[in-house]
């Protein structure tokens, strides 16, 4: 999301600030999210197999250490 929010403050200062975001698997996940933050800087989106379940089945798959570990830092290691 830092990643797509840098692009999108370096096309709006050339004058661009409608976007159409192409993304698969995960960056298909990425554009999604970016699109739900920002629905006026976004006039479509084209998704491929965006990977909407990832952040659910790696949760699941974390043991109750490790889930506090990311709360805590906000970060996984």
């Known amino acids: 999301l830092e990643d797509l929010a840098a692009v999108?403050?370096?096309?709006?200062?050339?004058?661009?600030?409608?976007?159409?975001?192409?993304?698969?698997?995960?960056?298909?996940?990425?554009a999604a999210w970016f699109a739900t933050r920002h629905p006026d800087a976004v006039l479509g989106c084209v998704l491929l197999?965006?990977?909407f379940g990832f952040l659910a089945r790696r949760w699941d798959r974390l043991s109750d250490a490790e889930r506090a570990e990311w709360?805590?830092?906000d970060r996984l290691g």
């Open 49 to 51: 197999a965006p990977a």
């Open 8 to 30: 999108r403050g370096w096309l709006a200062d050339r004058g661009h600030t409608r976007l159409g975001l192409v993304g698969s698997s995960m960056g298909g996940f990425a």
């Open 71 to 73: 709360r805590r830092t």
